[in-house]
Antibody
């Protein structure tokens, strides 16, 4: 069965960086892209970006451009999202999800940015 | 960029009711729209993709329709498990985007 397993919760100070991982299993890794979506406390869903895991090509939300990087490791079927220069409004649950239409989701990773 | 506007923001209904949630796009496109259900503390769940295709395992009381700039999610007969928040998402062009959500409450 398809599974996406994310890394654990993170507490970071403003200005720091965070890496969230998403390990996939149960399907052929290079056949589907991986999207990232975040949800601030009590708020709606925000699309963060997508990586084509076959080519490595990425597309990011404009408001995060320059601070976010998505990469993949095909040997471990894992995707990574790095977010730099963290601000308090980056506090959110970060989800990875398979494909453009988000058919399978990870469990979410809470990233808290606080001094 | 394509902006997605959902209505209503909140919907109060009773078990057995038929309800419809609408998602309007700022630009016209066909098909590349998904609907999700989210319950508190849980990841969203895909219900509908390609505007009208029912995801495997999703009850048939859920249906999607539309193209152009207006898309709808219909629940034909509300069940207690359906009270949740619903989101639409366009994946026609980057940056992909979500509607702001519709909270479906028990009347």
């Amino acid at each position: 069965q398809v599974q996406l397993m994310q890394s654990g919760a993170e507490l970071k100070k403003p200005g720091a960086s965070v890496r969230v991982s998403c390990k996939t299993s149960g399907y052929s890794f290079t056949t589907h892209g991986i999207s990232w979506v975040r949800q601030a406390p009590g708020q709606g869903l925000e699309w963060v970006g997508l990586i084509n895991v076959y080519s490595g090509n990425t597309n990011y939300a404009q408001r995060l451009q320059g601070r976010v990087t998505m990469t993949r490791d095909t040997s471990t079927s894992t995707v990574y999202m790095d977010l730099r220069s963290l601000r308090s409004d980056d506090t959110a649950i970060y989800y990875c999800a398979r494909s453009d239409w988000l058919d399978f989701w990870g469990q979410g990773t809470l990233v808290t940015v606080s001094s | 960029d394509i902006q997605m506007t959902q209505s209503p923001s909140t919907l109060s209904a009773s078990v057995g009711d038929r309800v419809t949630i609408t998602c309007r796009a700022s630009q016209s496109f066909s098909s590349w729209l998904a609907w999700f259900q989210q319950k508190p503390g849980k990841a969203p769940k895909l219900l509908i993709y390609k505007a009208s295709s029912l995801e495997r395992g999703v009850p048939s009381r859920f249906s999607g329709s539309g193209s152009g700039t207006e898309f709808t999610l219909t629940i034909s007969s509300l069940q207690p498990d359906d009270f949740a928040t619903y989101y639409c998402q366009q994946y026609k062009s980057f940056p992909y985007s979500f509607g702001q959500g519709t909270k479906l409450e028990i009347k």
